[in-house]
């Protein structure tokens, strides 16, 4: 299957500093990406999707500016979590749906990001 | 709204037993269904994609099928191992256009040696 990298696996940062997760689509390419979040023992919380081009769709309740998302290219995304706190702390996971060759857009998954905030 | 429930919650089964998972969602009017394995702080593994025109989708020892109209799925394992311990997930995405998949809960599976 197609592959979805996210850099970094893990990062660990103080309260009040930004971070910056990368999601690649590395085989094809992606117009539109999506930024999950899960909490231990939980499913995935849909927090934003990404439009490349334009400005991303947050889902209600999910802070624009304070999870800034970038859809610069085709095969790139990035999610910016800005004055992190405690409670920001959570795995990230972001997927692309393949469009082409295939039609049937099969969701592919990063392998995650996991932040703690100190 | 579109809403998926997965059914059991976990489950614990003797190695070599067949096992069926299942999921139901409350719209049937879907575009395709996936199951995803995911293993503990692991991102997600696409296992089989059903398009809403099909029926089943197998590979492998995995077999999924789809009955649309009813609302439901299910995920067959064959002669279970333990390497197949993790969640499993099923994710619809609707019928409408947008590609944003609806996840369930999720399976817990422990396959003991």
């Given amino acids: ?118 | 709204k579109q809403e998926v429930t997965q059914i059991p919650a976990a489950l614990s089964v003797p190695e070599g037993e067949n096992l069926v998972l299942n999921c139901s969602f409350t719209d049937s009017a879907i575009y395709n269904l996936q199951w995803f394995r995911q293993d503990p702080g692991k991102g997600l593994t696409s296992l089989l994609l059903i398009q809403s025109s099909q029926r089943e989708q197998t590979s492998g020892r995995l077999n999924a099928s789809l009955d649309k109209s009813s609302g439901r799925s299910t995920l067959y394992i064959a002669a279970s191992q333990p390497g197949d311990s993790a969640t499993y997930l099923c994710a619809v995405r609707p019928g409408t256009s947008g590609s944003r998949l609806t996840f369930g809960e999720g399976t817990q599976l422990t396959v003991n040696p």
């Fill in chain 1, 1 to 118: 299957g197609a592959v979805v990298s996210q850099h970094p696996s893990r990062v660990i940062c103080k309260s009040g500093t930004s971070v910056k997760i990368e999601c690649r689509s590395l085989d094809f390419q992606a117009t539109t990406m999506f930024w999950y979040r899960q909490f231990p023992k939980k499913s995935l919380m849909l927090m934003a999707t990404s439009n490349e081009g334009s400005k991303a769709t947050y889902e209600q309740g999910v802070e624009k500016d304070k999870f800034l998302i970038n859809h610069a290219s085709l095969t790139l995304s990035t999610l910016t979590v800005t004055s992190a706190h405690p409670e920001d702390s959570s795995f990230y996971i972001c997927s692309a749906p393949m469009t082409a060759p295939s039609s049937y857009n099969e969701q592919f998954f990063g392998p995650g990001t996991r932040l703690t905030v100190l």
